[in-house]
């Protein structure tokens, strides 16, 4: 299963059933786990924790250098869970001294040439687009979709169940349920269809509807709002998830 055509450092750790392919390039200081697949010329740096079930394609490179000039050289890790397809030419870079790790979790589609920098957290069952570009510190919630050549700035996140369109440049966070759009990002209303496709039901879609409906339209400002969401409509796990996430968005903002 391993191509003689491959290099793999003596000390890296390489789990059972797993396939590597010519001109692979697999560093110390690495662990693979159980039934992976690397195709021909993929590269495996030092740091990278890999689960089980993933797919690398040609190209992909995991664990680099942090592209931040902040960075020393310090030991971090790129930790990259079970059953992620990974496609042609996806970097992702290892975490640098804020956080120590680069996080991608389970049963992602990372598309070609998207790039995942240092420090960044990807939750799971998550797709991003080709070319699509996540900085550093940035965090990606559960059951969100990227579109291709999407920018998201370091420091922003991406609510859960949302849909980012194709080449939107966010320097804030988009809010969990939405659909965000264009360059500057837009808020362009709730992600009904994605929702109806995930068994939301329509009680809970109406209520999520209604929370955005005063944040977005109600004339008032984000507290006067938020105390509004919480005195009129049911606390939710949906709404106390969009209250809290606005919470941890704070500082910097949401798309609007």
Excluded: W
């Amino acid at each position: 299963m391993i191509s003689p055509l491959a290099y793999i450092d003596p000390a890296a750790k390489i789990g059972e059933n797993v396939e590597i392919g010519p001109f692979c390039y697999i560093d110390k200081n690495v662990e693979i786990g159980d039934n992976n697949t690397l195709m021909n010329s993929v590269t495996i740096l030092s740091g990278a924790r890999i689960g089980n079930g993933n797919i690398f394609h040609p190209g992909s490179v995991i664990s680099g250098v942090p592209q931040d000039l902040k960075f020393r050289g310090e030991e971090s890790l790129a930790i990259i869970g079970d059953n992620n397809k990974i496609r042609e030419n996806v970097t992702i870079n290892r975490g640098t001294a804020s956080k120590g790790k680069t996080v991608v979790g389970n049963g992602n589609l990372l598309m070609e040439g998207c790039h995942v920098a240092h420090d960044t957290f990807v939750g799971n069952d998550i797709i991003i687009g080709n070319c699509t570009k996540l900085a550093g510190e940035v965090v990606v919630d559960d059951h969100a979709i990227l579109s291709a050549c999407v920018l998201i700035h370091q420091f922003c996140r991406i609510g859960g169940y949302t849909m980012v369109g194709g080449g939107t440049g966010a320097s804030q966070s988009v809010l969990p349920y939405t659909i965000c759009a264009h360059n500057p990002a837009s808020y362009y209303g709730l992600n009904i269809v994605g929702l109806r496709r995930r068994n939301f039901d329509r009680e809970v879609i109406n209520t999520i509807h209604e929370a955005y409906r005063i944040i977005y339209q109600g004339g008032m400002s984000l507290a006067e709002a938020l105390e509004t969401i919480q005195n009129e409509l049911p606390l939710t796990p949906e709404i106390k998830y969009i209250l809290d996430f606005i919470e941890d968005t704070n500082k910097r903002g949401f798309v609007h």
